[in-house]
């Protein structure tokens, strides 16, 4: 089978599609990925074919931001609700689209796996009849941002005489949530066509982290990804956290400086950091609510303290905060003073921790890339070929977590 990837340029989007891609291709399948030219470089080690498509990453923001500055005007969340429809559908769907359509017609896949603000994908899918899934990267996008952002990108479906999607065309076949359900409940709606996937299986054996002695220092990971980065919020939260008295490891980004990094004895700071391994020695993570962070240290059973910037940041902190594995600390209120005390409280209170590590083993009962992969080999070799329309998914008793492995071959 041939199956081809498509993210847009953001670290946040592309990495959670490296499991199960690297889980196909475990299986004999021949992989192809379509993303932004300077993010083709995170794809190294998974031998594919590979193709640019749209700006790169800095020069994709800029010309959102030239376009739309109107959106720039509100903060918080509501920034956030203007940033993706604009962001993604009015400037990289459209750069995006001739590239990838070009991808898809060179390589001819059986299959396109892609991100929900790949929004140009499902177009091109459907103008050539190929089934397409979605991988959720995080909790899924809100409603009334796929709507909006049709408002800007629904012009090309309508030229290509198709009705225009709500959804973006994002939810027509199946999709990949990744979520556990304690943070994002799947839609009654979208049940029988979701797969679950746990993005952040840990290895056999694995314990989660033991209660620390009494008098022995908390360890803290203190990260906000790799667009945020350079918030001053972060290096807000590396001073009030050093006050707690734990020690500190920060992550201040590929293009960080580390040495703007408040110097303390109990502070570690660097540009890139084993993350893995941080988390398995650590007692809470600070961050800014992106999506890998957060389900990453939920992976880890650990309480987390969500200082939330922009993007989905929001909405995955206030996930957490009904979960009551997280507080959190929106953009007027983070202050030295707040952090600290929230800090000190999640590292104390043990309630934190016990909820914790109960959506943690929702994780774990979430199944891992290879079972999600023999799911998607029965469901294209069982589909219609009748067109897009009339492929179905998986029935109730062909999910991947119920069914033995199928015997597809590979192309």
């Given at each position: 089978?041939?199956?081809?990837?498509?993210?847009?340029?953001?670290?946040?989007?592309?990495?959670?599609?490296?499991?199960?891609?690297?889980?196909?291709?475990?299986?004999?399948?021949?992989?192809?990925?379509?993303?932004?030219?300077?993010?083709?470089?995170?794809?190294?080690?998974?031998?594919?074919?590979?193709?640019?498509?749209?700006?790169?990453?800095?020069?994709?923001?800029?010309?959102?931001?030239?376009?739309?500055?109107?959106?720039?005007?509100?903060?918080?969340?509501?920034?956030?609700?203007?940033?993706?429809?604009?962001?993604?559908?009015?400037?990289?769907?459209?750069?995006?689209?001739d590239a990838l359509g070009d991808a898809v017609d060179r390589w001819r896949p059986d299959l396109v796996v892609l991100e929900p603000a790949a929004?140009?994908?499902?177009?091109?899918?459907?103008?050539?009849?190929?089934?397409?899934?979605?991988?959720?990267?995080g909790l899924p996008v809100p409603p009334a941002y796929l709507q909006d952002a049709m408002r800007w990108f629904g012009p090309w479906w309508q030229?290509?005489?198709?009705?225009?999607?709500?959804?973006?065309?994002?939810?027509?076949?199946?999709?990949?949530?990744?979520?556990?359900?304690?943070?994002?409940?799947?839609?009654?709606?979208?049940?029988?066509?979701?797969?679950?996937?746990?993005?952040?299986?840990?290895?056999?054996?694995?314990?989660?982290?033991?209660?620390?002695?009494?008098?022995?220092?908390?360890?803290?990971?203190?990260?906000?990804?790799?667009?945020?980065?350079?918030?001053?919020?972060?290096?807000?939260?590396?001073?009030?956290l050093a006050d707690t008295g734990a020690q500190v490891v920060v992550s201040v980004g590929p293009d960080g400086r580390p040495e703007e990094v408040?110097?303390?004895?109990?502070?570690?700071?660097?540009?890139?950091?084993?993350?893995?391994?941080?988390?398995?020695?650590?007692?809470?993570?600070?961050?800014?609510?992106?999506?890998?962070?957060?389900?990453?240290?939920?992976?880890?059973?650990?309480?987390?303290?969500?200082?939330?910037?922009?993007?989905?940041?929001?909405?995955?902190?206030?996930?957490?905060?009904?979960?009551?594995?997280?507080?959190?600390?929106?953009?007027?209120?983070?202050?030295?003073?707040?952090?600290?005390?929230?800090?000190?409280?999640?590292?104390?209170?043990?309630?934190?921790?016990?909820?914790?590590?109960?959506?943690?083993?929702?994780?774990?009962?979430?199944?891992?890339?290879?079972?999600?992969?023999?799911?998607?080999?029965?469901?294209?070799?069982?589909?219609?070929?009748?067109?897009?329309?009339?492929?179905?998914?998986?029935?109730?008793?062909?999910?991947?977590?119920?069914?033995?492995?199928?015997?597809?071959?590979?192309?």
């Amino acid at each position: 089978m041939k199956v081809l990837f498509c993210s847009t340029g953001g670290l946040g989007h592309l990495l959670p599609m490296r499991p199960l891609a690297a889980a196909l291709q475990a299986r004999g399948h021949r992989l192809a990925w379509v993303t932004a030219p300077d993010a083709l470089r995170w794809l190294d080690g998974l031998d594919m074919a590979l193709f640019p498509a749209g700006p790169a990453f800095g020069p994709g923001r800029l010309a959102f931001r030239q376009r739309h500055a109107d959106a720039l005007q509100v903060t918080g969340e509501a920034l956030s609700a203007q940033v993706f429809p604009r962001l993604f559908g009015a400037t990289l769907a459209p750069a995006m689209f001739d590239a990838l359509g070009d991808a898809v017609d060179r390589w001819r896949p059986d299959l396109v796996v892609l991100e929900p603000a790949a929004l140009a994908a499902p177009l091109v899918c459907a103008q050539r009849g190929l089934p397409w899934l979605t991988h959720e990267y995080g909790l899924p996008v809100p409603p009334a941002y796929l709507q909006d952002a049709m408002r800007w990108f629904g012009p090309w479906w309508q030229r290509a005489g198709l009705p225009v999607p709500d959804d973006g065309g994002l939810y027509r076949h199946r999709s990949i949530h990744v979520a556990p359900p304690g943070l994002s409940p799947v839609p009654p709606a979208r049940a029988a066509a979701s797969l679950a996937l746990n993005p952040c299986v840990l290895p056999a054996g694995h314990r989660f982290r033991a209660p620390r002695p009494a008098g022995q220092p908390a360890r803290v990971y203190l990260t906000f990804g790799t667009v945020f980065h350079r918030s001053p919020a972060l290096l807000q939260a590396a001073r009030a956290l050093a006050d707690t008295g734990a020690q500190v490891v920060v992550s201040v980004g590929p293009d960080g400086r580390p040495e703007e990094v408040p110097a303390h004895p109990n502070v570690q700071a660097a540009t890139f950091v084993d993350q893995s391994a941080v988390l398995k020695a650590c007692d809470l993570v600070v961050s800014h609510g992106g999506a890998g962070t957060v389900l990453a240290a939920a992976a880890h059973g650990l309480p987390q303290l969500v200082l939330p910037q922009g993007a989905d940041h929001f909405r995955n902190a206030r996930a957490l905060a009904q979960a009551a594995v997280a507080r959190t600390i929106a953009p007027p209120a983070q202050t030295t003073d707040h952090i600290r005390e929230a800090a000190e409280n999640l590292l104390s209170d043990p309630a934190w921790a016990g909820a914790a590590r109960r959506l943690a083993e929702e994780m774990r009962a979430m199944p891992p890339p290879a079972t999600v992969a023999e799911g998607l080999e029965r469901w294209c070799t069982h589909r219609s070929p009748a067109g897009p329309e009339a492929r179905p998914g998986l029935s109730a008793e062909e999910t991947p977590a119920s069914t033995p492995a199928a015997h597809s071959a590979a192309r």
